[in-house]
């Protein structure tokens, strides 16, 4: 098709105004470009004047010590309030850390190296803290179906092998997951974590549990668990945990990044301790695996390594849960004892 006089007009104009916004793009780049050099000189020195402070403030309160002795009650206040105000300064670092990049952890520095995972600004955070929940709520509903069609309508290993495969990955996914919202400001508790390491592990070697009589022997028991614990008590904990997280947050009584736990925390006790019954009957299912596959051990024809490993992996699972959630409940009772004894 021949180019008319007006086409090539059309198209000289075009390219003009292209590459007037092709300088405007530059300019705006080159404005980021700055802005960004700006922001990491900046995130340096806040970072730099945190440990300052820091350090400071335990040295100052070794000297506030030492002060004590020999002193007038307007001192003695003095210092009380100071000491008061030097509580709250741990919290208000925290939350001004969740902003800044910081060196990751030896799992994660093994998993993905030295790469910063730390989001900046708050819509960020919550988008990836709403994401993990969405993919807690997501793969626990699949496993729990797939549980169930390996338990009663298909005894296939190669099913069985896949099921696994979906677990170890699950927790493998989570336990990244975790601590990237921990560099981001989410306070999930030690154990709480851990956990999952210790789940990552028993679904290995669930994996690799050969085909025969003794797998055969577990195999309802296993699946019929991970419906109950993986699949319904899970469920359960998401639905309530994350209503009573939301109207805790709405009350400023919880942080923002706080997500919902497999497990029982503080903050659960108004509302959610009707969760207790189902939480406890999964930790003894988790000691009444043990048993059965310490027994299974003991049988002559018992030659699998795997045996003993999921044992000691079932009894750690339930020593952890009981202990911890035994630990939060009689903490939150004796805190409102204490409460009840000064008013």
């Avoid at 007006?6 to 000289?12: A, E, K, R």
């Avoid at 350090?55 to 000491?83: F, G, M, T």
Wanted: proline letters at 2%; hydrophobic letters at 40%.
């Amino acid at each position: 098709m021949l180019c008319t006089t007006s086409n090539l007009v059309d198209c000289l104009k075009e390219w003009e105004d292209l590459e007037k916004d092709y300088q405007q793009v530059q300019e705006t780049h080159r404005q980021y470009k700055q802005k960004l050099e700006e922001v990491y000189k900046l995130q340096d020195s806040c970072s730099q004047a945190i440990a300052r402070q820091k350090k400071k403030l335990k040295e100052l309160k070794v000297s506030l010590k030492e002060c004590k002795d020999k002193l007038s009650p307007d001192e003695i206040n003095a210092i009380d309030e100071i000491k008061e105000s030097i509580k709250d300064r741990p919290n208000v670092f925290f939350e001004m850390e969740a902003f800044l990049p910081k060196k990751n952890g030896l799992y994660l520095s093994l998993v993905l190296g030295n790469v910063n995972v730390t989001l900046l600004n708050k819509q960020s955070k919550f988008a990836y803290k709403d994401e993990y929940e969405k993919f807690k709520l997501i793969l626990t509903v699949i496993l729990f179906l797939f549980s169930f069609t390996c338990c009663f309508l298909f005894s296939y290993r190669v099913l069985d092998a896949l099921f696994n495969f979906l677990l170890v990955w699950y927790y493998c996914t989570l336990t990244i997951r975790e601590s990237i919202l921990i560099s981001n400001g989410s306070r999930i508790k030690g154990w709480w974590v851990f956990h999952h390491y210790v789940s990552t592990f028993l679904s290995g070697v669930m994996l690799t549990w050969p085909e025969g009589i003794l797998y055969q022997m577990f195999r309802n028991q296993f699946l019929t668990y991970c419906m109950y614990q993986i699949g319904f008590v899970q469920f359960l904990q998401y639905y309530y945990q994350s209503g009573c997280l939301y109207r805790l947050r709405s009350l400023g009584e919880r942080h923002n990044m706080d997500v919902t736990v497999e497990g029982f925390q503080s903050w659960m006790w108004r509302g959610l301790t009707f969760l207790l019954p189902f939480l406890f009957f999964g930790h003894f299912w988790q000691l009444y695996n043990s048993i059965i596959l310490f027994r299974i051990a003991q049988l002559p024809e018992c030659k699998e390594w795997q045996v003993v490993m999921c044992g000691c992996s079932y009894l750690v699972l339930f020593l952890g849960n009981f202990l911890t959630t035994l630990a939060v409940v009689y903490q939150k009772y004796m805190n409102n004892q204490d409460k009840s004894k000064t008013l």
